[in-house]
């Protein structure tokens, strides 16, 4: 347990209208005693006008000194979140101001329970997280962490990309379609699911690996142990483009012959619980309220 006396408050401005949500929770927190400090979990446009009573702090300067981090936003603010704060061994609280919101631990209606974050009434999720790697040659050309998934697409054109998944070198899974999704059983409720991947527990030790639109329907999705490396490569032959994007960030321009490996992380997000409800009851919450 972390004895919580600073805390990093991360708006997203797009969603929290004039930060009126996370101005609230300012005021539970510090009327329990909690420091806070805002800072914007991303650059804004330049035509986005701040508002000019609220000060703004830098926020890779604050995350070493932070206790905790609140995000306020969908899971997309939960995810952009998690790589600093994680490599900075700082658990995360999503307030959920997005539509789903499956990661997030309070709804607005409930931020009264923030005080209890002063009086050590929470306990803490660890999640997760995979490694991913791109080779090109003999060069390591990407390397980052995520959450969620990463993600091999064929872009926006209309046609196929053809695809080899190996795991720990042996042949898993060689599929025509739109891609493939490497997902941790976290990232199991997002893209995965919607590509027809299962729900797994977060605690379950898998990783999950998706085809997109497969054009065989022999192709399935694979749960595969966390101890697995899973290689993505074009099969011989290809010639076209492919990208990769991790936890829905920048795409990179795959070429024929890059490798991507993915494989459990040494790093895991921690999630703050404030709520006793099981895996299940968010579950049947959030998707038929979804």
Do not use: W
Not at 37 to 62: A, G, M, Q, S
Not at 75 to 83: C, E, F, P, V
Not at 87 to 111: D, K
Not at 179 to 195: F, H, M, R
């Amino acid at each position: 347990m972390i004895f919580v006396k600073r805390i990093i408050l991360t708006p997203n401005p797009y969603r929290d209208k004039n930060f009126q949500t996370v101005r609230t929770a300012v005021d539970i927190l510090n009327r329990s005693g909690i420091e806070t400090r805002l800072c914007l979990p991303f650059e804004v446009e330049r035509t986005y006008d701040l508002p000019k009573d609220l000060h703004f702090y830098n926020l890779d300067r604050e995350l070493p000194n932070a206790d905790a981090v609140i995000c306020f936003g969908g899971d997309g603010t939960i995810l952009h979140m998690a790589k600093a704060a994680t490599r900075h061994g700082v658990p995360i609280l999503g307030v959920n101001i997005g539509t789903m919101g499956f990661m997030a631990e309070l709804e607005t209606a409930e931020m009264e329970q923030l005080a209890r974050l002063a009086t050590d009434e929470y306990s803490i999720d660890e999640r997760m997280m995979l490694d991913v790697t791109v080779q090109r040659d003999r060069d390591i050309i990407f390397h980052d962490i995520c959450l969620n998934d990463a993600v091999i697409t064929k872009g926006a054109v209309a046609r196929i990309a053809h695809l080899c998944v190996k795991c720990d070198g042996v042949q898993a899974m060689e599929c025509g379609g739109d891609g493939i999704i490497v997902a941790t059983p976290t990232g199991s409720t997002a893209y995965s699911l919607s590509a027809g991947g299962p729900v797994v527990e977060p605690e379950a030790h898998s990783i999950l690996v998706t085809p997109i639109c497969a054009h065989d329907i022999a192709n399935r999705c694979i749960v595969a142990s966390d101890k697995r490396t899973i290689t993505v490569n074009f099969v011989r032959n290809a010639r076209r483009n492919a990208f990769l994007s991790v936890d829905g960030g920048k795409a990179l321009r795959m070429n024929p012959g890059d490798v991507a490996t993915v494989k459990k992380s040494n790093l895991t997000t921690k999630l703050i619980r404030l709520k006793n409800n099981s895996f299940y009851d968010v579950m049947n919450t959030k998707f038929k309220n979804g």
